[in-house]
């Protein structure tokens, strides 16, 4: 998805704004962290139930997860890298954003060794 704002003095055409004077919004990164935050409540409140089998089910779709948010964080991250690189984004907005997905990943982070100690696993 590329960062466009319309220009308000450029009526019927869409003018690309270099995202450092756009909103961090731009990123989706508040959306992101809506999805991580809902994840970590939900791995947080995850209890290994039933057979062996069954909570290995239940670490490894948690798991699966968490691997996909990652994912998605370091995708993010990519583009991020990349707007700055293409003088897209600034050096300040780039070290705030970044310094977002890293908090991020640090919830995850813990999120994940919480659900491997709860369930005895250790991926």
Not at 37 to 59: H, Y
Not at 77 to 90: K, P, V
Request: zero cysteines; aromatic letters at 6%; glycine letters at 4%.
């Amino acid at each position: 998805v590329i960062g466009i704002v319309i220009n308000k003095q450029a009526p019927l055409s869409a003018v690309p704004v270099p995202l450092s004077q756009a909103t961090a919004g731009s990123y989706n990164i508040d959306a992101v962290a809506e999805k991580v935050n809902a994840l970590v409540e939900r791995i947080n409140s995850a209890t290994p139930t039933g057979t062996d089998d069954e909570k290995r089910r239940q670490f490894f779709a948690l798991n699966r997860e968490i691997d996909m948010m990652d994912r998605e964080i370091d995708i993010l991250d990519d583009r991020l890298e990349f707007d700055y690189m293409s003088d897209i984004l600034s050096w300040g907005d780039y070290i705030v954003l970044e310094r977002k997905l890293d908090a991020l990943e640090n919830l995850l982070d813990r999120a994940e060794k919480g659900l491997e100690r709860r369930f005895g696993m250790d991926d």
